[in-house]
């Protein structure tokens, strides 16, 4: 909802009908969590050689993956990493750095190895920022080399060491964006051979984990500001946006092409027209026939031939007289 950054022009209420149950839902212009798309968070984790790369890859100035300004002094929060493991399970929290001693959870990626080797990784959005149940379980199309690290030889718990006016040396401040403008930048940051499955219902089993790191001090201040959208439209609004970003794009190719095929067909009718036009000139400069100059020629031919017939008949005529 972020009201003391974006300036919201309209509430707009919205009635759905979901699981045989009528809800209503109440979608502001822009949400908390609009700023941080977990897509992008996911497409990172996959990349990530470790948990401290995790971290510097989620505030990379370059890539600008977060554009969550929760404190409102228009610089994008620095996210920390905290990790917490037990037995086969890892509780990976992200967290907005907000002032000192500060801390607002905003997402949890939760990873597990069966006893198959087969890894199950989840990614839970914090409920007042995303709504509840707002949960993506990706498939990525090769095994990311974060899980190696975190269930090998050389695993080693992360919890971050930066805090309010202590950050790494590659970090620098940056202002956040529009959120249109955010979305147009961010989706080039999502892995788009991973597939990412949302889940509409989900029951934590590792909260006795998770209460001994989670921080929420911006909700306990702003508690009013939650996120007021179920979770099931979000998602559907969510992946609608990313299948109309893809659209988009497909819908600039098929008009790319469709121009081309315009200006082909108006070139080929400009140069038919262009034809025409000469063929019409090239008639229009020869020269046009008198017909009626040419009628009374034709006349007065014939009126020579029909004097030139009675003068042999009459000379005829005249011969046999004197014989």
């Known amino acids: 909802m972020k009201a003391f950054l974006f300036s919201i022009a ?90 000192n001693d500060k801390y607002q959870d905003i997402a949890t990626i939760e990873t597990e190895k069966g006893f198959d080797n087969n890894y199950t990784v989840q990614i839970i959005g914090n409920s007042y920022i995303y709504g509840d149940n707002y949960v993506i379980r990706p498939v990525f199309y090769r095994s990311p080399n974060l899980l190696v690290f975190l269930y090998g030889p050389y695993y080693r718990s992360w919890a971050s060491p930066y805090y309010w006016g202590y950050y790494p040396s590659y970090y620098k401040y940056w202002h956040p964006y529009t959120v249109n403008v955010y979305h147009k930048r961010i989706y080039t940051h999502v892995n788009h051979h991973h597939h990412y499955n949302y889940v509409h219902s989900y029951r934590p089993h590792h909260h006795h984990l998770y209460s001994r790191a989670s921080r929420s001090d911006y909700r306990d201040a702003h508690p009013n500001r939650t996120h007021s959208k179920p979770i099931y439209a979000n998602n559907r609004v969510r992946e609608n946006n990313y299948k109309q970003r893809n659209d988009h794009s497909n819908y600039n190719n098929q008009n790319n092409r469709q121009t081309q095929s315009n200006r082909s067909t108006v070139n080929r009718n400009q140069s038919q027209n262009n034809n025409s036009s000469n063929h019409h000139n090239s008639n229009s400069s020869k020269p046009k026939v008198n017909n009626s100059n040419k009628s009374k020629d034709q006349k007065s031919t014939s009126s020579n031939r029909n004097q030139s017939n009675r003068n042999r008949t009459s000379n005829g005529s005249a011969q046999r007289s004197s014989r």
């Open 10 to 99: 309209l509430s707009i209420a919205s009635s759905f009908y979901l699981f045989g149950q009528n809800t209503t839902i109440t979608a502001n212009s822009y949400d908390i969590s609009d700023n941080l798309d977990l897509q992008a968070v996911l497409s990172v984790f996959a990349e990530a050689k470790d948990l401290e790369d995790f971290e510097r890859k989620l505030n990379d100035p370059e890539s600008q993956i977060s554009n969550i300004d929760l404190n409102g002094d228009n610089y994008v929060d620095y996210l920390r990493v905290v990790e917490i493991s037990e037995n086969r399970t890892h509780l990976i929290i992200i967290q907005s750095v907000l002032g």
